[in-house]
């Protein structure tokens, strides 16, 4: 007989619901960092980005101070860390993967289907398996963001150590630039996310409970 299991195992639920604290809190005590040093590049030579020197209100912000809002962000980079390995690890072994990731040859087509039926062009959405490859696209962007995210803040915080790996964004401004950026992608992904979940209740209900056991 074979084995019966949920749409959501409880090790995915965990790490996901893991992650919002997490990540609310890093970006909030990132964003208190970012008010000590607005800007991006080295004094006498800003960047002229975009959203240089906003400054983010206070309910934004978590740390009070530049020394507590390090000490925060850099003990609360390391659960995200382990829960990301615990996550990654459990897809690998489980073979999840498979279902969660986006695979061009097989989600490419059906992604753009879904976004013409949520445009209206298309009047029956594509068939799903876990997800439709839009959402795979999504999750999987949303993995690359992470990785992008905890790579460019370990540089930001060891660019001494470090400086190898920060050669690639072009040192510690360099990685600062990327940090942000990346931080303001994940902050749309999470707000796209809300949405979607309003829009299909089902899939948030699964990620509490589970969902019905299935084959």
Request: proline residues 7%; charged residues 15%.
């Amino acid at each position: 007989m074979a084995k019966r299991t949920r749409p959501q195992p409880l090790l995915i639920r965990l790490t996901h619901w893991v992650n919002l604290p997490v990540l609310v809190l890093m970006a909030m005590s990132g964003l208190q960092i970012w008010k000590a040093y607005p800007h991006f590049g080295p004094r006498g030579a800003l960047y002229g980005l975009p959203l240089d020197g906003w400054m983010p209100p206070e309910w934004l912000r978590v740390g009070n101070w530049l020394a507590g809002a390090r000490n925060w962000h850099f003990a609360l980079m390391w659960y995200l860390v382990v829960n990301a390995i615990v996550y990654v690890v459990y897809l690998g072994v489980s073979g999840q993967w498979r279902r969660r990731f986006f695979w061009p040859p097989r989600d490419l087509r059906p992604a753009i289907h879904q976004i013409k039926y949520y445009l209206r062009l298309r009047k029956d959405p594509p068939k799903v398996d876990l997800y439709n490859g839009l959402q795979r696209a999504a999750y999987t962007t949303a993995m690359l963001l992470g990785t992008l995210l905890v790579w460019s803040g370990l540089v930001i915080y060891k660019p001494v150590q470090l400086h190898w790996l920060g050669w690639f964004m072009g040192g510690y401004d360099g990685a600062r630039v990327v940090h942000f950026y990346a931080m303001v992608a994940m902050a749309g992904f999470v707000l796209t996310h809300v949405i979607m979940v309003a829009i299909h209740w089902r899939a948030f209900m699964e990620m509490v409970t589970g969902g019905k056991p299935h084959e």
